[in-house]
């Protein structure tokens, strides 16, 4: 089976931005190259990723609070990485905070707004968001008699229920944490009504970019959010990742930190010295980003988005648990296979060299919302530039040989 209409030769069907990646010219066991699909887990970095953190290990690898040549490299690396971030995320330079992860980014702000709670104020989360977005308020506000609440994913539309908000952020609320885009069913958020709830009662925005920013800017300081975090790794970078915030906003908490760190600024959120090498890799990844733009990326992935959306509809075995258009999604499925298990059907695409996940993504709230079985979830593939359509048309293939009696 094969969802194109016509057939097209392979540099047709081959993105054009495929070869600055070489993770994709690995071969399976066919010889045909493997169809990295879990790119929602975790994308493919770029050579220029790879050359510029082999570089800094090999040319500048120092502490950077020294005086040597090395040092103030390192120190000039450090600064002008968190410019770049800042271009790319739409922040403020003097407000951007690494860390090992996002997950681990957004509990130590946690630990640190949990000071500011009181019993019977309340957090609002969402139903769309991957759970590194909702334990850790869940955490806090049980620490301090606090309350979480949620609004709700309409199983139908696939959206939020903006139309709750009145009804779940009071004078009591304290944040309302969102996500830009689902990980598990690829739905794009609507920041607008999110960010005007919560100023209309004086509450922090906090925003998890990290299923977003590989397919388009997050502008923070234009859409008014407060606290942002994203994921390298997820952006054709290393494992790393950024919270970005206002200066004076990071300065009225007080994080865990030792009693020499830094009074102010980023390196008072920073815990010891910083993964330098993936720092190089992460500025690299940002001009990657910035040079191949994101109307480029927007106007391949659309086309990805359309053919595999069209393939789907031929699969009445395969049911997708999202939006059926282009149109406010991201490359980001979620299916099921009738009779079929969802770890069985994320091994067999593997053992045909597609590679997808399978579960709930750790997005538990919006897997409960649609109904899907907590130990099963869905199987999720996500597709990102560097995908092209036979990409597409291997997972449509795999998929559709799972027809029952197939």
């Known amino acids: 089976m094969s969802s194109s209409s016509a057939p097209l030769s392979v540099s047709d069907r081959t993105s054009p931005f495929a070869a600055a990646f070489p993770g994709l010219r690995r071969p399976g ?8 699909a ?55 330079p003097g407000g951007v905070v690494f860390g090992p992860s996002s997950t681990m980014l957004i509990w130590h702000f946690a630990r640190a707004f949990a000071e500011t709670l009181d019993a019977g104020d309340n957090i609002v989360c969402t139903q769309l968001d991957h759970e590194a977005n909702v334990s850790p308020w869940l955490a806090v506000a049980r620490s301090r008699g606090a309350e979480v609440r949620f609004v709700p994913l309409d199983p139908d539309t696939f959206e939020l229920d903006y139309a709750a908000l009145p009804g779940l952020v009071d004078r009591r609320t304290r944040l309302v944490a969102f996500t830009r885009s689902s990980n598990l069913i690829g739905s794009i ?26 397919h388009r800017p997050l502008d923070q300081l234009a859409h008014g959010i407060d606290v942002s975090v994203c994921s390298a790794y997820k952006f054709f970078g290393p494992h790393l990742a950024l919270l970005t915030a206002g200066p004076d906003l990071l300065d009225r908490f007080a994080p865990d930190r030792i ?15 910083l993964a330098l090498e993936s720092l190089a890799g992460l500025g690299a990844a940002v001009d990657y980003l ?54 069985e059907v994320a091994s067999l695409l593997a053992d045909r060299g597609v590679f997808v996940a399978a579960g709930d993504s750790y997005a538990t709230e919006c897997a409960k919302a649609l109904g899907l079985p907590p130990s099963e979830g869905a199987v999720r593939f996500g597709l990102v530039h560097y995908h092209g359509d036979d990409d597409v048309d291997r997972i449509l293939e795999a998929l559709d040989d799972l027809r029952p009696g197939g």
């Open 29 to 36: 066991p066919d010889g045909r190259p493997f169809v990295h």
């Open 38 to 92: 879990d790119a929602p887990g975790g994308a493919q970095v770029t050579d220029s990723v790879i050359t510029a953190m082999a570089d800094y290990l090999r040319r500048s690898n120092a502490n950077p609070s020294r005086g040597f040549t090395t040092s103030v490299e390192t120190a000039e690396l450090i600064a002008s990485v968190r410019d770049r971030c800042a271009g790319l995320v739409g922040a403020d």
């Open 189 to 214: 958020v609507r920041v607008e009504p999110l960010v005007e709830a919560a100023r209309s009662v004086s509450a922090l925005t906090f925003s998890d970019g990290v299923a977003a920013a590989a």
């Open 290 to 343: 910035t040079a191949t733009g994101y109307p480029a990326i927007a106007a391949q992935e659309r086309e990805l988005t359309v053919r595999t959306l069209d393939g789907l509809r031929r699969l009445r075995h395969v049911r997708l648990h999202g939006l059926d258009s282009a149109e406010g999604r991201e490359p980001i499925f979620a299916v099921t296979v009738e009779r079929r298990s969802t770890h």
């Open 259 to 273: 009693r020499p760190a830094a009074k102010s600024g980023p390196r008072r959120w920073e815990m010891g010295t």
